[in-house]
């Protein structure tokens, strides 16, 4: 499976910015997603994540303000991300694991076994 970022880029406090990840080499019907971030010198964090049933979760810092979804006929993972704030600015990644992350473990890199390399946001006035 390959995992293949865009849409970072830089943009003003309060701005809006999407990204996607376009997906490959599928060998199972479902799978689940998730987007990470990793700041200077910050470990990678969880952002948003949806099962392989569509199930969301989000990080408490970015709840109402991001929003995770897929396009199945795609093969391709979305983060619609709105009102950015500074803090926001990383390298976004992209990863997945075939089958069910239960919502506990969705948040957690451990749970994910393909990534992608990753598209820099900047959030700067």
């Known amino acids: 499976v390959q995992l293949v970022e865009s849409g970072g880029g830089s943009v003003p406090p309060g701005g809006p910015l999407r990204l996607s990840c376009a997906a490959s080499g599928y060998t199972r019907d479902s799978y689940s997603m998730a987007w990470f971030r990793q700041a200077p010198g910050k470990e990678r964090e969880g952002v948003a994540s949806?099962?392989?049933?569509?199930?969301?979760r989000y990080a408490d810092s970015v709840k109402g303000r991001f929003t995770i979804s897929k396009d199945t006929t795609k093969n391709t993972l979305y983060l619609q991300m709105n009102s950015l704030k500074p803090e926001d600015t990383a390298m976004y990644y992209c990863?997945?694991?075939?089958?069910?992350?239960?919502?506990?473990?969705?948040?957690?890199?451990?749970?994910?076994?393909?990534w992608g390399q990753g598209t820099q946001v900047t959030v700067s006035s």
């Open positions: 990863a997945a694991r075939a089958g069910l992350v239960v919502v506990d473990y969705a948040l957690i890199e451990i749970s994910y076994n393909y």
């Open positions: 949806i099962s392989s049933f569509g199930r969301t």
